[in-house]
């Protein structure tokens, strides 16, 4: 809708304008600035300039009423125009607000938890951001692949080999062992250990088979965490091993050395990084000749960057901030535009239970299971949780305030509305495909200002894909729910003389929040099941 006003004003005008979307659409749907930039540039009072404005829009087909005021151009759509738009909504069905294909590609990287142990609730956080960043590209027409990195190389694969051997010992074995500080803790390990035992011979549990029973619990680790992001309807196109890119480290040593990125010093290899704007330069090949980290990370995105996407976006933890600088570095030196490198930052979640902190679980240790929110909340009210709020701000919670019945818990409030249009339609026995050809005439301004918004879908996630502020959904969402209720509240539908007009208006309004809802991953509700 607002793609077409827009393109509508810039064939009349013949001028690349500003459209904007005032909070008070009884004053108007939308609005344009365009008299201010052009004030400097034909010396004029920019009210002069926006009666010429609007004058020139007057007779365009789409609009009602177009008028100046204090130097805006204040448009406000027609009822046929909304009303046409309706109807092709209504004929979209599950393609409503969706975008034509666009060249733009993007490669996300998200979760990428290490495989030592099941998702806790910060992993979360970023799991349902990029699935739902995911969702949304997808629908806007955006080529949009999606990434899990696996670090199944290292000190920290070879520790949960070790801890499930330690464990095994303990609970199987009834040997005496001393755990390391570091190791993995946790019923999960016992489980896994129990596993093992009745898997292996008895004589496989010794030290030199620590590394092949690490793979081993890294592949059930990773079949783990692939049901619990499966729970909370996210499913990721690829999955790629760090070991996988040993091999090119030689390689990548060799482009970085030829572009002056890397150099030698106390038997170690150096990253300058400070060259690029990084606080110190960092070590990628330790004084034993292994790669750190960040090695195998500059391997992996030198991969990524080279694979001919537009972007490259990863979702990292708040704790990776100081990574940032380092990584844009290597992808500089090795003759990539950092900009294409966009990073995502998932701040800290805090959980509360009935106002106290939500208990650690004894599955996994010391922090909070991923799995256990899920079953608890369900995946919708999760996910709905986690979208709420920008990524990068810090995010408290309490579990108790979304399983109440009323209008404080945003995820009722909206499915609410949507099932109480199905409610509607079933009161007046008729389908949706009764009313799409109706004409909407005589709605009231408060009608048509709900039409509106429920309309408005598309231009709400594009703002949201292209700022990254995904909040914006459910935001948009819980003010098209209250603009319905109190609609609803003040009209009478069913046996009303515009019975069909209202609900028309209601079919698309429960479009739309069906559409965004599906793109966050949240099955709208028909009927409300009161506990």
């Excluded at 659409?25 to 300039?49: D, G, V």
Aim: hydrophobic fraction near 40%.
């Amino acid at each position: 809708m607002k793609t077409l006003v827009y393109q509508k004003i810039k064939e009349k005008l013949g001028k690349e304008i500003i459209l904007e979307s005032p909070k008070n659409k009884n004053l108007a749907h939308f609005a344009t600035p365009l008299a201010f930039s052009l004030a400097k540039e034909l010396r004029q009072n920019p009210m002069i300039i926006a009666k010429d404005l609007a004058e020139k829009l007057k007779d365009c087909d789409c609009f009602e009423s177009v008028e100046a005021l204090n130097g805006y151009v204040n448009f406000k759509l027609s009822k046929s125009f909304l009303n046409s738009l309706a109807t092709k909504a209504l004929n979209d069905g599950e393609d409503f607000a969706k975008d034509d294909k666009k060249e733009q590609s993007f490669l996300l990287e998200y979760v990428s938890a290490n495989p030592t142990g099941p998702l806790h609730i910060g992993h979360a956080r970023g799991a349902i951001f990029g699935d739902t960043l995911s969702r949304v590209a997808k629908h806007l027409g955006y080529k949009f692949d999606t990434e899990y990195y696996v670090n199944d190389a290292g000190n920290q694969i070879y520790l949960l080999g070790l801890s499930i051997l330690l464990a095994l010992k303990e609970h199987c074995l009834n040997e005496e062992v001393v755990y390391p500080e570091e190791y993995y803790k946790g019923e999960y390990i016992i489980d896994l250990a129990k596993e093992a035992f009745n898997e292996f011979d008895k004589d496989f549990f010794i030290e030199e088979n620590i590394s092949k029973l690490a793979i081993w619990a890294k592949d059930k680790m990773l079949k783990i965490i692939k049901q619990n992001l499966a729970d909370a309807k996210i499913f990721i196109d690829t999955y790629v091993s760090e070991t996988s890119y040993y091999d090119e480290l030689e390689n990548t040593l060799k482009a970085l050395k030829a572009h002056n990125g890397i150099y030698e010093k106390d038997g170690k290899i150096w990253l300058a990084s400070t060259l690029k704007s990084d606080e110190k330069d960092r070590v990628i090949i330790k004084d034993d000749g292994k790669g750190t980290y960040l090695a195998a990370d500059i391997v992996y995105h030198k991969d990524k960057m080279s694979r001919g996407y537009d972007k490259c976006i990863n979702i990292w933890g708040a704790d990776h901030h100081g990574y940032i600088a380092r990584m844009k570095a290597a992808m500089e030196f090795l003759g990539f535009n950092s900009n294409n490198l966009e990073i995502i930052l998932a701040q800290m979640v805090s959980l509360l239970k009935n106002g106290a902190p939500y208990k650690m679980s004894k599955r996994a240790g010391n922090f909070i299971l991923m799995s256990d929110v899920v079953e608890e909340l369900g995946s919708d009210v999760l996910r709905y949780i986690f979208i709420s709020k920008k990524c990068d701000t810090h995010l408290e919670f309490d579990i108790d305030e979304f399983k109440k019945e009323d209008s404080s818990n945003p995820v009722y409030y909206i499915n609410y509305a949507h099932a109480r249009i199905h409610q509607v339609f079933a009161k007046a026995n008729k389908s949706v495909n009764d009313v799409i050809d109706v004409k909407i005439e005589n709605l009231n301004e408060d009608g048509m200002n709900l039409l509106f918004e429920s309309l408005n879908l598309k231009a709400v996630l594009n703002d949201a894909f292209e700022s990254r502020s995904l909040q914006k959904i459910p935001d948009y969402l819980k003010n098209l729910a209250s603009l319905f209720h109190k609609f609803y509240n003040e009209n009478k539908v069913v046996g009303s003389t515009n019975e069909d007009e209202l609900l028309k208006l209601f079919a698309v309004c429960a479009l739309s929040i069906k559409t965004a809802f599906s793109l966050m991953g949240i099955e709208a509700k028909n009927k409300m099941n009161h506990n």
